[in-house]
Nanobody
Framework: QVQLVESGGGLVQAGGSLRLACAAS????????VGWFRQAPGKEREFVAR????????SYADFVKGRFTISRDNAKNSVYLQMNSLEPDDTAVYYC???????????????WGQGTQVTVSS
């Protein structure tokens, strides 16, 4: 049974940092594309970042503006999202997702975690 579990969310002041983790079981995460998405209340789920399997190339949404970094730890079967300089507009539930060859669209991803809440206060 495939399972993705996010952790690391919480409440932080504007300008602060959080590191989200996505731990996988039932699949070898290093062989999958992993994406991070977020969904704020009343808004659609949106792409945040993506990391590929082989050469771990990365891709980010424009609003990240160099503040976030996605990375892998294959030994821990995990992917991380380091978020710095957080802003109140970053408040959302953050989800990780995995698929063989997805890119930036949520519908392309087969496996999803349950999400972790990130709240940034002003």
């Amino acid at each position: 049974q495939v399972q993705l579990v996010e952790s690391g969310g919480g409440l932080v002041q504007a300008g602060g940092s959080l590191r989200l983790a996505c731990a996988a079981s039932g699949l070898t995460l290093s062989t999958y594309v992993v994406g991070w998405f977020r969904q704020a209340p009343g808004k659609e789920r949106e792409f945040v970042a993506r990391i590929s399997q082989t050469i771990s190339s990365t891709s980010y949404a424009d609003f990240v503006k160099g503040r976030f970094t996605i990375s892998r730890d294959n030994a821990k079967n995990s992917v991380y999202l380091q978020m710095n300089s957080l802003e109140p507009d970053d408040t959302a539930v953050y989800y990780c997702a995995a698929d063989w060859r997805a890119y930036r669209s949520a519908v392309e991803y087969d496996y999803w975690g349950q999400g972790t809440q990130v709240t940034v206060s002003s």
